[in-house]
């Protein structure tokens, strides 16, 4: 059952809000149901998360007062009869509502809340495709990353970066349980400036008061999002991967995952290696580094991508920072802590302070194709007090314009709640991370990290550091992905590193390579930006080859650092 006491089911798009019994996307049956898989667990992190976090999101980092526990995977042969759920088939129809592309169609599969209880509610998980422009030789799945990434308004504004696909395959993308149009979680703030929350932004320099702050305001996230918030670990987002696939008539699956997305990929191939067909994972995340190794990793990722930045920046006639980069480097960083002090003010009457500037910095620089929007932002912002062309990107506010990028940045309809995102990227990294430490140890883990990460990054130090926090007090994740999620055995499957991701740092490509085995093969992509497929023309081609042809490159080959390949 949802929070108001209904099952939780997913809505139209684009009107979010809408029950899926209104919908005309329903379930037929179908073939006969796979096999079960075996396995339990989830364990790990995001690539990018915003440290800004009000009390209101920092309330999914809290689940102990739910007293829930965790999802389960039941064995081979064994556990709860799922075979309603294989048995689906999906009708497609036309996606509702304006704007939709007119060859886009939308659908849904039926999927339970907790696997191990199929009978305790189910989740409708919204889903889309391009259907294949010749005959088709089954779907290829795509996950544009987070967690907390809606993938139907992702295709819908970036499919023309996927339509060489549809030569042998429907394109197909969904938006994950609990995310956008699939029962989307909140923790109260349903629209911008609209929260029963206490936005206080939690200070990492006074970590107990920010420990109390985060568990005052669990409640929140209980109140707004049900009994579906301690399922949303990658683990049971894996098993509606496969729900999915057989849903769409597929033996096995071929699947293209960006950042987060790559998590969810591996996880999947540990639990069904049978079922892997051709599987891409651009911008491989880390499958065994804690919440703390991976924030410093981040912010010295993140300082070094604004850092190239900035010195493209001062080359410009019209660089808000003059035409030095080492002082436009020492005006970022005064300029956060100026707006930290004493923040600006948006259009919608909100405090915009240094750590929302650093949240929508944060977002622009993931690809060299948003810079010129980050220089003109810093431009309106610094020469007229106006943040509106940062704040679109910093989670500030529901109405910013449609921007695609790799792993998922594009805003959500705007009946699906503004905190979604940041509720739902909380919500998987804590039931898919086994670290508890106590408050003690926290605190002076905190006292510890502090210099390091702000030797890191003195813009992004801060803003990363308070990840550390975000699952105190959560019941401890399962440790499936850092024990179990290596030497698998499954078909070969491509993973794409970019030498200057600053979210995936190309080290986690090597070190997920080696543990998941020989079915890992390496494509060095040296250049920049996060991930590769949209940027690289030579990635584009290697990883196209692979999923439409099963040409795969040699492991360890590489793409150049220009486009041309």
């Known amino acids: 059952m949802g929070a108001d006491g209904a099952e939780p089911t997913v809505s139209d798009w684009p009107n979010a809000g809408r029950r899926a019994r209104d919908s005309p996307h329903n379930v037929t049956e179908g073939p006969p149901p796979d096999p079960q898989p075996g396995a339990p667990g989830g364990a790990m992190k995001s690539t990018h998360t915003r440290t800004a976090v009000t009390t209101a999101t920092a309330a999914a980092a809290v689940l102990a007062l739910l007293g829930a526990a965790l999802p389960s995977v039941t064995e081979a042969g064994g556990g709860p009869d799922l075979s309603r759920f294989y048995n689906q088939r999906i009708a497609w129809s036309s996606c509702p509502g304006e704007g939709a592309p007119r060859d886009l169609q939308c659908g849904k599969v039926t999927v339970p809340i907790d696997y191990a209880r199929p009978e305790a509610g189910t989740v409708d998980v919204a889903m889309t495709r391009y259907r294949a422009s010749a005959g088709s030789r089954g779907s290829v799945l795509l996950n544009f990353g987070g967690p907390g990434g809606a993938g139907v308004p992702e295709l819908a504004a ?64 209980a109140k707004h999002s049900g009994p579906l918030l301690p399922h949303m670990g990658t683990v049971d987002v894996a098993r509606d991967l496969d729900v999915m696939r057989q849903a769409l008539g597929d033996k096995k ?54 850092e190239g930045f900035l010195d493209s920046c001062v080359k410009h006639l019209l660089c808000p920072f003059g035409s030095d ?53 810093l431009s309106q912002l610094m020469e007229q007090g106006d943040p509106s062309g940062i704040m679109y990107y910093s989670g500030l506010s529901i109405s910013a314009p449609s921007v695609h990028r790799a792993n998922g940045g594009i805003v959500a309809p705007n009946d699906v709640p503004v905190d979604n995102m940041t509720a739902a990227l909380m919500a998987v990294n804590c039931a898919d991370d086994p670290d508890r430490p106590s408050a003690d140890r926290i605190t002076k883990d905190i006292t510890r990290l502090r210099g390091q990460y702000d030797e890191a990054s003195p813009v992004f130090g801060r803003y990363r550091l308070t990840q550390v926090l975000t699952c105190y007090g959560r019941p401890k994740g399962t440790d ?86």
């Open 253 to 306: 699956l071929n699947y293209l995952g960006f950042s987060y997305g790559t998590r969810l990929g591996a996880v999947y191939a540990a639990q069904f290696p049978g079922k892997v067909g051709r599987m891409v994972l651009d911008g491989v995340d880390t499958l065994t580094e804690s919440l703390a190794e991976q924030g410093l990793v981040g912010a010295q990722g993140q300082q070094t991508a604004l």
């Open 325 to 377: 980069a080492r002082s436009a480097r020492e005006q970022v960083v005064q300029l956060v802590a100026r707006l930290d002090k004493q923040p600006a003010s948006t259009p919608l009457g909100q405090p915009f302070t240094g750590q929302d500037l650093v949240a929508g910095i944060s977002e622009l620089l993931f690809s060299k194709r948003m810079w010129p929007m980050l220089e003109q932002g």
């Open 158 to 221: 970036g499919g023309k970066d996927f339509l060489h696909l549809t030569n042998a395959y429907d394109v197909v993308t969904f938006d994950p349980r609990g995310v956008g149009q699939s029962s989307p979680i909140s923790c109260g703030q349903r629209a911008a400036g609209d929260t029963d929350a206490d936005d206080t932004v939690i200070d990492v320099t006074n970590p107990r008061a920010a420990l109390t702050q985060i568990r005052k305001t669990a409640d929140q996230c």
């Open 480 to 565: 499936f992905i850092r024990e179990k999620v290596k030497n698998v055995h499954s078909a070969k499957m491509l993973l794409v590193g970019t030498r200057g991701d600053p979210a995936t740092p190309y080290r986690w490509t090597l070190e997920t390579a080696k543990r998941l085995g020989p079915s890992a093969v390496v494509l060095d992509n040296r250049g920049e930006g996060h991930t590769g497929y949209t940027t690289s023309q030579c990635v584009h081609r290697k990883v196209d080859s692979f999923l439409l042809y099963g040409s795969l490159p040699a492991d360890g080959s590489s793409c150049g650092p220009d486009t041309a390949g």
